[in-house]
């Protein structure tokens, strides 16, 4: 039963709410496209915890999309994801249809992401990011939080949001939180595509942590070393391939900054291992970071 949240599906809704119950209070603002799970609840948690206000967007964003099968097979789960939302102390939960957010005269800008639009999950997603930072800007105008909170799941999505922020001048007035992944107790990142594996899939799926969790403990016995990490690559792409991934687009070592590194000695901050693999036609992805020095980003 639905008794705190409230549920905001126009702009006059919002910011009737925003103007008259948060006002100047703190908000902490999560942006999803729903089928919450418990990856989505502790960024919630941290909101709520953090903010006197939080408000959660559920949005199925069209132009963030490059395969249609994916958009249209996208889980819908709305009345359980508000009842989540109730349950997590969420105070709003935003909800607007596709011609709220891009209404007839809404013109896309193009951000000049640079490289960061054209490595790993760019170059597989033509568009992706774009389409991505078109809407997460749009909603930061829409709603003006004071945090806003992001999961490490989806890291270069994290880099992609910093950048565009940096390129509209938002990043001075709206704080970024990055959340550490959950996981399930076998280690899967959780992922509202999870839900479409069948129960093998999932069991096999566990590999695509298993392999991150394998590269970082061989990179942490060699530290000191001049390693070559194309080994480990090329050994850890055949696993998942042996162990039921149909594909496996890349599995890659970049630095804090997002640039590829392919030697442990060109390493001069942590590391993070990226990838992205297909199991029974999902496709999955997944980070770990590497901590070479003491400090963070
Ligand atoms: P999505 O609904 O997939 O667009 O995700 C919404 C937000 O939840 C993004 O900031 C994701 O990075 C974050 N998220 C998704 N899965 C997880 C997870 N397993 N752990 C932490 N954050 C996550």
């Known amino acids: 039963m639905i008794l705190q949240l409230k549920i905001l599906a126009t702009i006059e809704d919002l910011s009737n709410a925003l103007s008259t119950e948060v006002g100047s209070r703190s908000l902490g603002f999560v942006p999803t496209m729903g089928a919450l799970h418990e990856g989505h609840l502790r960024l919630i948690s941290n909101s709520v915890s953090d903010n006197t206000f939080t408000i959660c967007s559920i949005f199925i964003n069209p132009i963030q999309f490059n395969n249609q099968d994916d958009f249209s097979n996208y889980p819908k789960t709305l009345k359980s994801d508000l009842e989540k939302l109730e349950i997590s102390k ?176 060109c390493a001069k901050s942590n590391l993070i291992v990226l990838t992205a693999a297909t199991i029974e036609s999902i496709r999955l992805i997944d980070n770990i970071e590497i901590k070479l020095y003491e400090h963070t980003n």
């Open 90 to 265: 969420c105070d709003y939960a935003f909800v607007p249809g596709v011609e709220t957010i891009y209404p007839e005269n809404f013109k896309p800008k193009h951000y000049e992401l640079g490289s960061l639009e054209n490595i790993l999950e760019g170059a597989y997603r033509p568009n992706h990011f774009q389409g991505v930072c078109t809407v997460v800007h749009r909603f930061l105008d829409l709603i003006n939080p004071t945090v806003m909170y992001l999961g490490r799941k989806d890291y270069q999505q994290c880099k992609v949001i910093q950048k565009m922020m940096q390129l509209v001048n938002l990043d001075s007035k709206i704080q970024l939180c990055l959340v550490e992944t959950v996981r399930s107790n076998d280690g899967l990142a959780l992922s509202s595509r999870n839900m479409r594996l069948g129960p093998l899939g999932k069991k096999k799926a566990v590999f695509l942590s298993q392999c991150l969790q394998t590269a970082k403990e061989t990179i942490s016995k060699n530290l000191g070393s001049n390693m070559d990490f194309s080994a480990i690559q090329t050994a850890l792409i055949s696993t998942l391939k042996n162990n039921g991934f149909d594909s496996v687009d890349y599995f890659e070592f970049v630095n804090e900054n997002f640039v590829p590194i392919k030697t442990l000695s």
